[in-house]
């Protein structure tokens, strides 16, 4: 089955019963009136009424107790996949062309199979790199790292980099100005930080020499771990996030996961943001591959294993089914009948 966002919107508010991460209460697009028409074309909707099977899968995502998403962009082509978990039972719904495609899955071991196509299975990485580090530390380390990047390649083209050091003016030009492939970029645009002030680099610099990220000499440098990193972290190939959420009957939603910039096969660089502190460590491909494989399988991100039930979404636009059931919306969140 697939089905376009406004196809999705039209069938949204006949389920009354949607939890926070299901896909119903993600979707942002409005019906134009010609979506009842286009789903009898599609088959979805039979003799005034739902398709089987059709229902059953329109109910669990609407209203899934935990959710795994992946999203990976590269220069050819984005890859979207979410997992739907609802009582020990998953669904897959694949972004294709602006359609979602649903299907059932009991594992994830074809998709992962399909992204490593894109990344391989390599247990190597160039450098061995685990940092923590408040977000403005972080911002201000990844500017030096793309600085190193820059020289890199202007010393494979021939034009070598005199001095080892850099200086402070050239850490906060690299801030306030830096380039669209540069990691701070990369970073500040898919968590919505902001740049650190300049009066304030000094001081994150000097925390981060304390912390063994950097040495300071005629200027500041790279501790070894780091430069080897930087060094071979040259072209970034693509990006990949990857979540977990959790949906608590209360309300509460519980998130994990990561994003990771990928420069080749051994050059995988993951950042995980917590609440005052942010996570930089290599990962190999097998690593990367095996943690989008987890958060597919849609674990429990809370502490607690109780099962999660969807709060009711009020709809004060109601009609009862000849099956007996109340609704809100189009259809029979039952048997599927067409609001009359």
Same mark, same amino acid.
């Given at each position: 089955?697939?089905?376009?966002?406004?196809?999705?919107?039209?069938?949204?508010?006949?389920?009354?019963?949607?939890?926070?991460?299901?896909?119903?209460?993600?979707?942002?697009?409005?019906?134009?009136?010609?979506?009842?028409?286009?789903?009898?074309?599609?088959?979805?909707? +039979?003799?005034?009424?739902?398709?089987?099977?059709?229902?059953?899968?329109?109910?669990?995502?609407?209203?899934?107790?935990?959710?795994?998403?992946?999203?990976?962009?590269?220069?050819?082509?984005?890859?979207?996949?979410?997992?739907?978990?609802?009582?020990?039972?998953?669904?897959?719904?694949?972004?294709?062309?602006?359609?979602?495609?649903?299907?059932?899955?009991?594992?994830?071991?074809?998709?992962?199979?399909?992204?490593?196509?894109?990344?391989?299975?390599?247990?190597?990485?160039?450098?061995? @790199?685990?940092?923590?580090?408040?977000?403005?530390?972080?911002?201000?380390?990844?500017? @030096?790292?793309?600085?190193?990047?820059?020289?890199?390649?202007?010393?494979?083209?021939?034009?070598?980099?005199?001095?080892?050091?850099?200086?402070?003016?050239?850490?906060?030009? =690299?801030?306030?100005?830096?380039?669209?492939?540069?990691?701070?970029?990369?970073?500040?645009?898919?968590?919505?930080?902001?740049?650190?002030?300049?009066?304030?680099?000094?001081?994150?610099?000097?925390?981060?020499?304390?912390?063994?990220?950097?040495?300071?000499?005629?200027?500041?440098?790279?501790?070894?771990?780091?430069?080897?990193?930087?060094?071979?972290?040259?072209?970034?190939?693509?990006?990949?996030?990857?979540?977990?959420?959790?949906?608590?009957?209360?309300?509460?939603?519980?998130?994990?996961?990561?994003?990771?910039?990928?420069?080749?096969?051994?050059?995988?660089?993951?950042?995980?943001?917590?609440?005052?502190?942010?996570?930089?460590?290599?990962?190999?491909?097998?690593?990367?591959?095996?943690?989008? =494989?987890? @958060?597919?399988?849609?674990?429990?991100?809370?502490?607690?294993?109780? +099962?999660?039930?969807?709060?009711?979404?009020?709809?004060?636009?109601?009609? +009862?089914? +000849?099956?007996?059931?109340?609704?809100?919306?189009?259809?029979?969140?039952?048997?599927?009948?067409?609001?009359?």
């Amino acid at each position: 089955m697939r089905l376009t966002t406004r196809e999705i919107a039209y069938l949204m508010p006949s389920f009354t019963e949607r939890t926070s991460i299901g896909l119903f209460s993600n979707i942002k697009a409005k019906p134009d009136g010609t979506e009842y028409q286009s789903l009898m074309k599609k088959g979805v909707i +039979q003799g005034n009424g739902y398709a089987p099977g059709t229902l059953e899968i329109l109910l669990h995502i609407a209203s899934p107790q935990r959710c795994g998403r992946v999203i990976v962009k590269n220069d050819c082509c984005v890859i979207e996949k979410y997992t739907y978990w609802k009582n020990g039972k998953k669904i897959l719904a694949e972004n294709i062309n602006g359609e979602f495609a649903f299907s059932n899955i009991y594992d994830s071991s074809d998709i992962i199979i399909g992204l490593s196509d894109f990344f391989s299975m390599s247990n190597i990485k160039t450098a061995d @790199v685990s940092l923590i580090l408040p977000p403005d530390e972080m911002i201000v380390l990844l500017a @030096v790292i793309d600085i190193y990047r820059k020289n890199t390649l202007l010393n494979y083209a021939g034009k070598t980099n005199e001095s080892e050091f850099i200086i402070l003016q050239e850490i906060t030009n =690299e801030l306030t100005s830096g380039f669209e492939n540069g990691l701070v970029k990369i970073f500040v645009n898919n968590y919505d930080f902001k740049i650190p002030s300049a009066v304030n680099t000094e001081s994150l610099l000097t925390n981060l020499i304390r912390k063994g990220a950097l040495e300071f000499k005629k200027g500041y440098r790279l501790t070894n771990e780091l430069t080897l990193l930087a060094n071979s972290f040259l072209i970034p190939q693509a990006i990949v996030l990857f979540e977990a959420f959790d949906a608590a009957a209360d309300g509460n939603l519980s998130v994990d996961g990561g994003l990771c910039v990928a420069a080749g096969i051994h050059d995988i660089l993951s950042f995980a943001v917590g609440e005052n502190e942010v996570k930089l460590f290599t990962l190999s491909a097998f690593q990367m591959l095996s943690a989008v =494989e987890n @958060v597919l399988e849609c674990p429990s991100v809370f502490q607690d294993t109780e +099962q999660n039930a969807p709060a009711p979404v009020p709809d004060n636009s109601v009609w +009862q089914c +000849q099956c007996g059931t109340t609704n809100a919306g189009n259809f029979c969140s039952s048997c599927g009948m067409k609001r009359q």
